[in-house]
Structures are given as structure tokens and as C-alpha cells.
């Protein structure tokens, strides 16, 4: 069973049942560690005092607010425990709000939700409420030493939830915008006969992640004595036309097609010629 971030209990109006949280998605990547460059040897980092000018070990760390410059007052971990809010064993659902009106942008880290022994018919109730009425919930919740304003989501198997970045962390950037005024009828129905070109299915397994998988490879090549190979880059050519680019961007798209149009004929072709100097070889052996 998987580690559980938090457990608590799931307040909808007067219903409550107990529900546990654990992470939905880790990133991946290489990781390395620092060496000496002389021996290989691991590098350790040291806690170094400032006022002693000598290393310090972990079990003499306390933590401590800076109230103004140089000036710390101490706190410790109970006290922090004392002054958490009810959120912190008890999620309550503020309000529902369709899902088409959450920007993406508002989503940080994602969790599982299950429920706890004893909760598995409201988990299932709420579940199926949600799915069907196509409303996310709206939650907090508070845990690792925040309040968070957390979206609850059915997906396929169970409830999902998001913890969400509040609207003052949110950073609006002025070069953040679009002048669609400039944009013609023409290019804008190439680009969406480019789109449809591309369209797909989601299916999230098929893509990769090539610079890691790069990496590994660079790691054999340097254990069994390979000489490191550079990935050739793009030539990226910039864009004069839109529109020649976007019909030489469509024209690239229908080769497949064409290209296996045009082996199934080859192959066609050559059926036929084979039925043809079968049949050949069939009279002549009659006439025999």
C-alpha cells in the first residue's frame, strides 16, 4: 500500500468519512552526485557555524524566524503542531464550481484520495455525484506546514486532487498576451487544417523522456569505453511566409499517406503481374 501524505476525514455538508491522500506523480531524472575530482571520493556537505567557525552536527539544529536582520526567534516543532488549524485532520468542501471554469494554470501537485475503512460508500456517493454533474469540488486543507485551497476531481478510478496556487502566486507577466488583429482568414484555416492533420488520442504512455533516456545512454557508452556521441540539432530555419509554411507543413503530413498509397499499389501491381505470369505458365503447360 502506498505511503500516505495525510489522513484525515472529508466534510460534505453534514456527511464526514475518513479519506487518505498519497502522491499521484514523481518526476524523473538522472541524478548525480558531487565527487572529488582527484579520487572520486563522495563530497559530503558539512553544517558549518558562522560564530564558532567550526561544523555543527544535525541533532544541535533548530529552526528559526528571521523578525529583522540577524535577529531569530526559535520555534520548534510542537509548537508549530499547537497552532495548526482544524484543517489539518478535517477537509471541508467549500463549493462546487463546473469544471470547464478551472484554469489549469491554478494546479500545482496532484494526489490520489481513497477512502479510509468505513468510508468507501460517501467516497463512492460523492465520487459518482461529481462524475456525473461534471463539478469539481473546491476544498482546504492544510499540510506540509500550509493551508492549501485544494480541487477535487473525479477521474477514471477514483477522486483526484490537486492542491491549487493562490491567485496573489500567480504572476502576471505584461508580455503575456495575443493581438489576434493581425492574424488572416487564410493562415487561420491552414492552421487548423494543420491541426486536424495532427490530432490524435491522448494517450500519455507513448511519449517519452528523450534527454533522459540520452543521459543513460551517454552512461554506457562512457562504462564501456564509447566515445560520447552529440545529438544533432534541428536547423531551424526562421519563419519569412506563414502561409508557404504552413502548406509545406501539410504537404509533409500527407506524405505518409501518399507514400503508403503508393506501396500498396506497387504492391498491388506486382500481385497482378504474378497472377498474370502464373497463368502463362498454366496454359503452357496444357498445351502440353
Not at 507577466?173 to 491552414?190: A, H, I, N, Y
Not at 504492391?267 to 498474370?276: I, K, L, R, W
Request: charged residues 30%; glycine residues 4%; contains cysteine.
Amino acid at each position: 500500500m502506498a505511503s500516505s501524505v495525510w489522513k484525515g476525514h472529508l466534510t460534505f455538508g453534514l456527511v464526514s468519512f475518513p479519506v487518505r491522500l498519497f502522491s499521484a506523480a514523481r518526476g524523473e531524472t538522472i541524478s548525480f552526485n558531487l565527487l572529488h575530482k582527484a579520487d572520486h571520493s563522495r563530497i559530503k556537505q558539512v553544517i558549518y557555524c558562522q560564530a564558532e567557525e567550526k561544523p555543527v552536527p544535525r541533532s544541535e539544529l533548530v529552526k528559526g524566524y528571521e523578525y529583522e536582520k540577524d535577529h531569530y526567534v526559535e520555534v520548534d516543532d510542537e509548537e508549530i503542531k499547537k497552532v495548526a488549524p482544524k484543517t489539518a485532520k478535517v477537509m471541508e468542501l467549500l463549493e462546487f464550481v463546473k469544471a470547464e471554469q478551472v484554469d489549469p494554470i491554478y494546479l500545482e501537485s496532484s494526489y490520489y484520495m481513497a477512502p479510509d475503512e468505513g468510508g468507501e460508500k460517501p467516497y463512492a456517493l460523492l465520487f459518482e455525484a461529481l462524475r456525473e454533474t461534471k463539478y469539481f469540488g473546491i476544498a482546504k486543507v492544510a499540510m506540509h506546514n500550509r493551508e492549501h485551497i485544494v480541487i477535487l476531481r473525479p477521474n477514471g478510478k477514483g477522486m483526484v486532487l490537486h492542491t491549487m496556487f493562490y491567485a496573489d502566486e500567480i504572476r502576471q507577466v505584461d508580455e503575456f498576451r495575443t493581438d489576434t488583429s493581425q492574424v488572416k482568414e487564410k493562415e487561420l484555416g491552414l492552421a487548423k487544417m494543420l491541426i486536424e492533420s495532427l490530432t490524435a488520442e491522448f494517450e500519455p504512455e507513448k511519449y517519452q523522456d528523450t534527454y533522459r533516456a540520452n543521459l543513460q545512454k551517454m552512461i554506457q557508452a562512457k562504462l564501456e569505453g564509447q566515445q560520447v556521441v552529440a545529438t544533432p540539432m534541428p536547423h531551424i530555419a526562421p519563419v519569412i511566409d506563414i502561409m508557404e509554411a504552413l502548406k509545406k507543413s501539410l504537404a509533409e503530413q500527407k506524405k505518409p499517406v501518399a507514400s503508403a498509397t503508393a506501396a500498396v499499389a506497387e504492391g498491388d501491381t506486382a500481385e497482378v503481374a504474378e497472377q498474370s505470369e502464373t497463368k502463362k505458365r498454366r496454359r503452357s503447360q496444357a498445351g502440353r
